[in-house]
């Protein structure tokens, strides 16, 4: 059974930074993709980041473009969401995913593992 574990999320003000983790029990951690996803109250959850097996390949959605940065350390079997600039519009429960292949999908279906989520919360 794959687990994921977030955290690093919390209360900021607007303009600042967060970085969330995302920590996998998977041994072939670094054979699969990551994405991050994100839930408001009332909300679908929807996709925001994203990354292949071997970090080659990133994709954001397009309101976090150029404030968002996903990344990985497979050593560490670790994904990442540095998050700069931040509006009271990102708040959310953020939620790790974890693939079935090198690649990745924009739709929550196309992940088999979540995590627990870990809340962001962004006052203007």
């Known amino acids: 059974q794959v687990q994921l574990v977030e955290s690093g999320g919390g209360l900021v003000q607007a303009g600042a930074s967060l970085r969330l983790s995302c920590a996998a029990s998977r041994r072939t951690f670094s054979s699969y993709a990551m994405g991050w996803f994100r839930q408001a109250p009332g909300k679908e959850r929807k996709f925001v980041a994203a990354i292949s097996s071997s970090a080659i390949s990133t994709d954001y959605e397009d309101s976090v473009k150029g404030r968002f940065t996903i990344s990985r350390d497979n050593a560490k079997n670790t994904v990442y969401l540095q998050m700069n600039s931040l509006k009271p519009e990102d708040t959310a429960v953020y939620y790790c995913?974890?693939?079935?292949?090198?690649?990745?999908?924009?739709?929550?279906?196309?992940?088999?593992?979540w995590g627990q989520g870990t809340q962001v919360t962004v006052s203007s």
């Open positions: 995913a974890g693939g079935s292949s090198r690649w990745y999908g924009f739709r929550p279906d196309d992940y088999d593992y």
